[in-house]
């Protein structure tokens, strides 16, 4: 809203607000790229620019990570970060059209064209906060178990390192396992926020823990759950799930459509999950849906994780994904329900269902990315992740 007394604009407020950021990492950056990159040749004017590229730009070019982030190739160095993105390149679990396992390169490549500078968020990304690409977890592409296992422990190294997890896959199956990677080192109960149009809350999908179950494992084990007598034959009857993880704080927004929700919703249904369907978001708004989801979510929390399956977003706007369903979400609905949402803290965050062999133009990847970016700026802004106090000169 423009200022009610002056009449200035956010932009121009926001401007002003961003001036007072340094820009040292940015100067950082140029002095690297000169030394490792050598200089330019001599009819380049502008001396910033090396003779081979090793920073940003231009945006097309080089090696691509995360936000062309550092890559964090000695794992045992991630918490050297304040957040880290991770690819989960398994699409095993996908019960229609596969090529998820394709998202996080998919993610990754579109990635590159932002440089973390957002006048509308008033935030700089990249001076505010320390970003590693910690590269994929060594997914075990004919098993769904063994991949869980890896993805558990996995997202459990980098989040007992003090990382804020940005875990990308892959299908929607790695909800379960990336939770079990979390939820054990939180002294509370773990809220979820669930933006999908599919309910993802049944046991079994074709005798296996497809992407159409991960919230069934997840609230399994909660005291207010009656666990089903015929699992503990099943040979995933060690695995329990997650005593931390309550249905009644787990709201799934955006639930709508005519595929895959039969037999989730007697789950949900039994177990007392909150689903907003996309009428129910109609009817709120983006806004006073967000607001119910953060109350619900919370309730009794010590943490919220969000999960975000890209079909959740319109297919028209977001093509490239496994099970796409018309009359999602408009982007700009997804990325105010992602920044209210994150404006009160987030253990963890996942984006799954990008499948790019589906994608047009990237888009699917980009409004991926777009989810991260806002997610990640808007805990910035609030304090709740990065160093901004640390970089603002008054
Ligand atoms: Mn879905």
């Not at 679990?93 to 579109?110: D, L, M």
């Not at 199956?173 to 509370?188: E, K, M, Q, T, V």
């Not at 799930?241 to 799934?252: D, I």
């Amino acid at each position: 809203m423009p200022d009610p007394k002056t009449g200035e604009f956010r932009g121009n407020r926001n401007l002003k607000r961003l001036q007072k950021i340094s820009q040292k990492k940015q100067q950082e950056e140029i002095k690297r790229s000169l030394e490792l990159g050598l200089e330019a040749a001599e009819s380049v004017n502008d001396r910033t620019i090396s003779l081979f590229s090793r920073g940003h730009q231009p945006a097309f070019a080089g090696i691509n990570t995360f936000l062309k982030a550092t890559y964090c190739e000695d794992i045992r160095k991630v918490g050297d970060y304040e957040a880290a993105f991770v690819g989960i390149p398994f699409d095993t679990g996908t019960t229609y059209r596969p090529g998820a396992r394709f998202g996080p390169q998919g993610v990754r490549r579109i990635s590159a064209v932002y440089d973390g500078y957002s006048i509308d968020g008033a935030v700089d990304l990249f001076e505010e906060l320390d970003l590693c690409d910690a590269g994929d977890i060594f997914v075990i592409p004919g098993n769904i178990e063994k991949t869980f296992d890896q993805v558990s422990k996995a997202v459990s190294h980098v989040f007992t390192s003090g990382a804020f997890p940005i875990l990308c896959g892959g299908d929607h199956s790695l909800g379960y396992p990336n939770l079990r990677g979390i939820a054990p080192h939180i002294d509370g109960n773990v809220g979820i926020i669930h933006i999908d149009r599919h309910i993802d809350m049944q046991d079994m999908d074709m005798d296996e823990r497809m992407h159409t179950t991960p919230w069934f494992w997840t609230t399994n084990a909660h005291e207010s759950v009656e666990l089903p007598t015929s699992h503990r034959d099943h040979s995933h009857m060690h695995d329990v799930g997650l005593a931390n993880c309550p249905p009644k704080n787990l709201v799934q927004m955006g639930i709508s459509g005519w595929y895959g929700s039969r037999r989730g919703s007697e789950v949900a249904r039994e177990r007392g999950s909150s689903v907003l369907t996309m009428t129910d978001i109609e009817e709120l708004g983006a806004k006073g849906a967000a607001e119910r989801a953060l109350e619900l979510a919370w309730k009794d929390a010590k943490a919220v994780f969000l999960s975000f399956d890209i079909d959740s977003i319109d297919p028209g706007f977001a093509p490239g994904t496994g099970t796409p369903e018309p009359g999602g979400l408009l982007p700009r609905e997804a990325f105010e329900i992602v920044r209210l949402i994150a404006r009160e803290g987030l253990c963890g965050m996942e984006v799954v269902e990008v499948s790019p062999p589906y994608d047009v133009n990237d888009n699917t990847s980009q409004l991926a990315c777009r989810v991260m970016l806002d997610v990640l700026g808007t805990m910035v802004v609030e304090g709740k992740l990065g160093h901004r106090a640390k970089v603002t000169q008054d």
